[in-house]
């Protein structure tokens, strides 16, 4: 699934669910997300948004951040959203129907974010093999990443190294277990164990105790992506965060 968001249409849906109209009534995820972060954050130096897609959430962090980096392993996504940092606007393309489509266009200046631009870096990489410099942020974000992790369970093992004393992670997902994803035998949730179902929070919670502590009640976000004009997918994703105990 290495090429699955690098389409002109997986682009075209992430483009339209971070910067386009809310539909159904359902409020725009990456910046509902990106608010309970800074009501959380305990220090407003750097974050760190982990699977920022085409980096929404990231630009929204920067509202309240000195610095946010935004890191995604899709090449498309971060070719977009450096794009949209450096130029304020990017048109991109929709599918209605079969082979037709139509344009739209984001706009930073429309959704007010082009101050928050000036405090924001993209780059392409893997959240579960990050280099060496990513240290000592006061929050992380991971939004939507863990069910889609080949080894989520190293990941959330490893988080605390990226943080400083007092920082915060905030993770959101649907916890869609895929194994086009995540090989069954890395699953962290959503099995029985000696005849007891183990969810992914309860995943969660064992990989993370050593470091933190759920900080608050686990959070249901409701959130929409259009796939075409009669098509949308309408889901829920679970907040959690998470403070160090360390």
Same mark, same amino acid.
């Given at each position: %699934?290495?090429d ?10 992430? %483009?339209?669910?971070?910067f386009?109209p ?6 725009n ?12 954050a305990? !220090? @407003? !130096? ?9 980096g ?19 090449? @498309?996504?971060?070719q977009?959203a450096?794009?949209?940092?450096r130029?304020?606007? %990017? ?6 129907? !079969?082979e037709l ?9 429309e959704?007010?974010?082009e ?9 392409e990489?893997?959240?579960g093999?990050?280099?060496?410099h ?5 929050l992380i ?12 369970g190293?990941?959330? @093992?490893?988080?605390?190294e990226?943080l400083g004393?007092?920082?915060v ?5 649907p ?5 086009d ?12 164990a ?16 050593e ?11 409701p959130?929409?992506?259009?796939e075409?004009?009669?098509k949308?997918?309408?889901t829920?994703?679970?907040?959690t965060?998470w403070?160090?105990?360390d």
């Amino acid at each position: %699934m290495t090429d699955f968001y690098e389409t002109d249409e997986q682009l075209g849906q992430y %483009m339209d669910f971070h910067f386009g109209p809310e539909r159904f009534g359902v409020a725009n995820y990456p910046r509902v997300c990106a608010e309970r972060c800074l009501s959380v954050a305990k !220090g @407003r !130096g750097s974050a760190l948004d982990l699977g920022c897609a085409t980096g929404r959430s990231t630009l929204e962090l920067a509202r309240g951040f000195e610095s946010v980096v935004g890191v995604d392993l899709s090449h @498309r996504f971060i070719q977009a959203a450096e794009a949209l940092r450096r130029d304020g606007e %990017m048109a991109y393309q929709l599918v209605d129907e !079969g082979e037709l489509r139509h344009a739209e266009t984001a706009s930073l200046a429309e959704l007010g974010l082009e101050e928050a631009a000036g405090r924001v870096s993209f780059e392409e990489g893997d959240a579960g093999d990050l280099a060496g410099h990513h240290q000592g942020y006061d929050l992380i974000f991971a939004g939507n990443l863990i069910d889609r992790m080949p080894d989520p369970g190293a990941f959330l @093992r490893g988080l605390h190294e990226l943080l400083g004393d007092q920082g915060v992670v905030v993770i959101s997902s649907p916890y869609t277990l895929l194994e086009d994803f995540t090989p069954r035998e890395n699953w962290i949730g959503g099995y029985y164990a000696n005849g007891q179902p183990v969810t992914v929070l309860d995943g969660m919670k064992q990989r993370l105790s050593e470091h933190f502590r759920l900080a608050a009640n686990p959070e249901d976000i409701p959130f929409v992506i259009r796939e075409t004009r009669r098509k949308h997918q309408h889901t829920l994703a679970q907040l959690t965060v998470w403070e160090r105990k360390d």
